[in-house]
């Protein structure tokens, strides 16, 4: 098995929906485009990538939403060293399709009170639904580091709390830490980095809102 000696994983830049929540009354969240801020954070996201990449080969997942797939093009990648893959199971989370603003906001406030990774948004998805899904993902992402030509580098272009459901499953945190954690920025970059003793570690932590309250012990 031949290991990719970097994992990174990106946020999409800012897009119209993250400016103006109630612009989902009117458009469907997949086809959201990126704002010029958006477009500015790609770039610059783009900038560190390259020079970590150099010319080393790189294997691109880009979630199938519009603003996702507009960061991936302002990162500027060399198309020469880059083989890219529309990957479904890094969508978003779903909310349902078209959202009444009002309606959503009460249920993120249900969301807080409930806990991100049980509550699940009606006609939409809870956080443990798309930790599953990001597991089914991982096992075919596994798979193909059985490939002797395998790319040293990965690469997601995704979404802030995909990010760190993934995150959650590489790691094998609890609950009650990814409870704990905030998402990225848009345009923020992670980094998973392979080790001389065969682990990967994080480049930077996620920030924390609280410290984590676990029911038991684990770990």
Known sequence: MVRPR??????????????DDSVYERQPDHALPLT????????????????????ERVSVYVSPYRRTHQTLAH?????????????????EQDWGNW???????RQKAY???????????AQGESGADVYDRVGAFLE????????????PNVLLVTHGLTMRLFCMRWFHWTVAEF??????????????ELGDDGRYRL???????REPEPYGRTG
């Not at 075919?140 to 790319?151: A, I, K, N, T, V």
Request: no cysteine; charged share 35%; hydrophobic share 35%.
């Open 140 to 151: 075919s992402l596994y798979r193909s580091f059985e490939s002797p030509d395998h790319p």
């Open 203 to 209: 480049d930077r932590p996620f920030e924390r809102w």
């Open 36 to 55: 010029a801020a958006g477009r500015a954070q790609a770039v610059q996201a783009g900038g560190r990538l390259r020079e970590l990449f150099g010319r």
């Open 99 to 105: 959202q009444d603003r009002d309606d959503v906001r």
């Open 6 to 19: 970097r994992i990174v994983l990106v946020r999409h830049g800012e897009s119209v929906g993250n400016a």
């Open 75 to 91: 990162l500027g990648l060399d198309p020469q060293v880059v083989r890219i893959r529309e990957e479904p199971r890094l969508r």
């Open 179 to 192: 409870e704990s954690l905030s998402n990225p920025d848009n345009g923020e970059v992670r980094v998973l």
């Open 111 to 121: 969301r807080d009170a409930y806990g991100h990774f049980f509550y699940r948004f």
